[in-house]
């Protein structure tokens, strides 16, 4: 297996049908993988209730599948030099689908837990695989439309996700969210198989790395975990966070000392002595942190302090989905006459200022005026996600496509994990603030704040209940001021990642795919 017949010859792009069929099969392939990461949230009450465990045992089915995601997805190129990119493509496809089947079908907490964790390890290879398959299938001249249409499901799936799982959990059962993955991973495995098998890749029998391998999975697997559980156990407050942190630094420390001197390292971190790659990267991983909380608070602010339903939250965060999926294929077809660093400013420039204006709102903001920030947000999403796919592929062979896409998705997986880590627990530290600040106010001495006590306890209230009252009133206002905190921190990282984009070099022209002469 060490060769392919394709050796002599390279391979000419699909055309028509074929092309159509083919970027069918991994877009949806895509959209599934990308959806399964926000489609248990919702349902996490509703599995931990039938399951007979507590809320934050729940939580472990969206930790076990980002964990061994997290994993894999660095491990993409090695397994795809190895075994060859289709046949692995196909490979996590199919087990995607199976272990979806078995996490539907789990009837106890750890089952489902060992479910999601190989659902998780088939997902890893799949959104860099299905971005090196579409960008070796497709005319160089057209690859911008490829990388448009892989950016548009890996975008619209997360903000459909909790909208989707809500929908099925009320009127099916939690089961379903992870049933419908299996006719449509079916369909994508097949279609990828029947067109692609002939197209496959040449492999190479390295030896195993074992150490890297090792320092890998203990590293990322100890930094995810903490990531996951550390706002619900206070952080290092907890001795087992301190120890998954430490034992985190020490492995992923060693990891790039050994890697990068390794013989046949398992991840190739010598991708980072390309400019536009490390530029790149870089920006797409901070740019994520600060789209990632956005996405994250906004949601969990609707809902535990403006009273929202899961599926009213998952509404006013839709929009944002509407002009980033008419504006992609637009923007994909015109890339390469744009100046691709100067599309990301722009992005960068509307999500600075809709997170500004995101921290201007109060807690009387009505659904009308949550939702238009959030629509006007849609712009900016494929003006960021595109053109930085092509910077950092920028220049590269293919043979290395599969591990640039491999490691560009893991830290921009780390920087939607650390995110949500890092914006949830400023937010509730922030609310403590300003209850803090906010309830000095409510004094004897402060004529507004008695005459709310005396209105209260007028309309048939105890003296006691009256002040409970007013509490949660200092409570909404408090955690309203802190979420506008966390929007104005993005807006910031958003304007100091500006500067950063302008280290890239052009030309940023295809990286190494199908084209007739090539």
């Given at each position: 297996?060490?060769?392919?017949?394709?050796?002599?010859?390279?391979?000419?792009?699909l055309?028509?049908?074929?092309?159509?069929?083919?970027?069918?099969?991994?877009?949806?392939?895509t959209?599934?993988?990308?959806?399964?990461?926000?489609?248990?949230?919702?349902?996490?009450?509703?599995?931990?209730?039938?399951?007979?465990?507590?809320?934050?045992?729940?939580?472990?089915?969206?930790?076990?599948?980002s964990?061994?995601?997290?994993?894999?997805?660095?491990?993409?190129?090695?397994?795809?030099?190895?075994?060859g990119?289709?046949?692995?493509?196909?490979?996590?496809?199919?087990?995607?689908?199976?272990?979806?089947?078995?996490?539907?079908?789990?009837?106890?907490?750890p089952?489902?837990?060992?479910?999601?964790?190989?659902?998780?390890?088939g997902?890893?290879?799949?959104v860099?695989?299905?971005?090196?398959l579409?960008?070796?299938?497709?005319?160089?001249?057209?690859q911008?439309?490829?990388l448009?249409?892989?950016?548009?499901?890996?975008v619209?799936?997360?903000?459909?996700g909790?909208?989707?799982?809500?929908?099925?959990?009320?009127?099916?059962?939690?089961p379903?969210?992870?049933?419908?993955?299996?006719?449509?991973?079916?369909?994508?495995?097949?279609?990828?198989?029947?067109?692609?098998?002939?197209?496959?890749?040449?492999?190479?029998?390295?030896?195993?790395?074992?150490?890297?391998?090792a320092?890998?999975?203990?590293?990322?697997?100890?930094?995810?975990?903490?990531?996951?559980?550390?706002?619900?156990?206070?952080?290092?407050?907890?001795?087992?966070?301190?120890?998954?942190?430490?034992?985190?630094?020490?492995c992923?420390?060693?990891?790039?000392?050994?890697?990068?001197?390794a013989?046949?390292?398992?991840v190739?971190?010598?991708?980072?002595?390309?400019?536009?790659?490390?530029v790149?990267?870089?920006?797409?991983?901070?740019?994520?942190?600060?789209?990632f909380?956005?996405?994250?608070?906004?949601?969990?602010w609707?809902?535990?302090?403006?009273?929202y339903?899961?599926t009213?939250?998952?509404?006013?965060?839709?929009p944002?989905?509407?002009?980033?999926?008419?504006l992609?294929?637009?923007?994909?077809?015109?890339?390469?006459?744009?100046?691709?660093?100067?599309?990301?400013?722009?992005?960068?420039?509307v999500?600075?200022?809709?997170?500004?204006?995101?921290?201007?709102?109060?807690?009387?903001?009505?659904?009308?005026?949550?939702?238009?920030?959030?629509?006007?947000m849609?712009?900016?999403?494929?003006?960021?996600?595109i053109?930085?796919?092509?910077?950092?592929?920028?220049?590269?062979?293919?043979?290395?496509?599969a591990?640039?896409?491999?490691?560009?998705?893991?830290f921009?997986?780390?920087?939607?994990?650390?995110?949500?880590?890092?914006?949830?627990?400023?937010?509730?530290?922030?609310?403590?603030?300003?209850?803090?600040?906010?309830a000095?106010s409510?004094?004897?001495?402060?004529?507004?704040?008695?005459?709310?006590?005396?209105?209260?306890?007028?309309?048939?209230?105890?003296q006691?209940?009256?002040?409970?009252?007013?509490?949660?009133l200092?409570?909404?206002?408090?955690?309203?001021?802190?979420?506008?905190?966390?929007?104005?921190?993005?807006?910031?990282?958003?304007?100091?990642?500006?500067?950063?984009?302008?280290?890239?070099?052009?030309?940023?022209?295809?990286a190494?795919?199908?084209?007739a002469?090539?």
């Amino acid at each position: 297996m060490a060769s392919t017949p394709n050796d002599a010859l390279p391979l000419k792009p699909l055309q028509g049908s074929a092309l159509v069929l083919l970027t069918i099969a991994v877009a949806f392939s895509t959209f599934m993988e990308v959806l399964d990461m926000t489609i248990v949230n919702v349902a996490v009450p509703h599995i931990a209730g039938s399951l007979g465990v507590s809320s934050s045992e729940g939580t472990w089915t969206i930790s076990s599948y980002s964990l061994a995601s997290a994993i894999m997805q660095p491990l993409t190129g090695w397994i795809a030099r190895r075994f060859g990119e289709v046949k692995t493509f196909v490979f996590s496809v199919m087990l995607f689908v199976v272990f979806s089947m078995l996490c539907g079908l789990a009837t106890s907490m750890p089952m489902l837990v060992i479910a999601r964790l190989m659902q998780g390890a088939g997902s890893g290879p799949m959104v860099a695989l299905s971005l090196t398959l579409l960008l070796s299938s497709y005319p160089k001249t057209k690859q911008g439309i490829a990388l448009a249409l892989w950016a548009m499901t890996v975008v619209v799936a997360p903000i459909f996700g909790p909208i989707l799982g809500g929908w099925l959990t009320d009127n099916f059962s939690w089961p379903w969210i992870f049933y419908i993955n299996v006719p449509v991973g079916l369909a994508a495995g097949i279609i990828t198989w029947t067109l692609l098998r002939k197209r496959e890749t040449k492999t190479r029998q390295t030896p195993i790395d074992v150490i890297g391998l090792a320092l890998l999975v203990v590293g990322v697997g100890s930094l995810q975990f903490m990531l996951d559980n550390g706002n619900d156990n206070d952080w290092f407050a907890s001795p087992m966070i301190t120890t998954l942190g430490l034992i985190a630094l020490v492995c992923i420390s060693f990891l790039v000392v050994w890697e990068l001197n390794a013989k046949h390292p398992v991840v190739d971190l010598g991708l980072f002595r390309r400019r536009n790659f490390s530029v790149g990267v870089t920006a797409q991983s901070l740019g994520m942190f600060a789209f990632f909380g956005i996405n994250v608070v906004f949601p969990l602010w609707l809902q535990t302090t403006l009273g929202y339903t899961a599926t009213w939250a998952g509404l006013a965060t839709a929009p944002v989905g509407i002009l980033a999926f008419l504006l992609s294929p637009i923007l994909g077809r015109n890339l390469q006459r744009l100046e691709l660093r100067a599309v990301v400013t722009f992005a960068f420039i509307v999500f600075a200022g809709t997170s500004y204006w995101f921290s201007t709102f109060d807690s009387s903001a009505s659904f009308a005026s949550l939702i238009l920030p959030r629509f006007v947000m849609g712009i900016a999403i494929p003006c960021f996600f595109i053109p930085l796919n092509q910077i950092y592929l920028a220049g590269l062979p293919a043979e290395e496509i599969a591990s640039a896409t491999g490691l560009a998705n893991f830290f921009r997986t780390l920087g939607s994990s650390v995110s949500t880590a890092v914006t949830v627990t400023l937010w509730e530290h922030r609310g403590i603030w300003h209850h803090a600040t906010l309830a000095e106010s409510v004094a004897p001495s402060n004529p507004a704040a008695t005459q709310v006590v005396q209105q209260l306890t007028r309309g048939g209230m105890s003296q006691m209940q009256a002040l409970g009252v007013t509490d949660q009133l200092v409570n909404k206002e408090a955690l309203t001021l802190a979420v506008n905190d966390v929007f104005w921190l993005c807006m910031v990282l958003f304007i100091l990642l500006i500067p950063v984009l302008w280290f890239a070099r052009p030309p940023f022209g295809s990286a190494g795919g199908a084209a007739a002469g090539h």
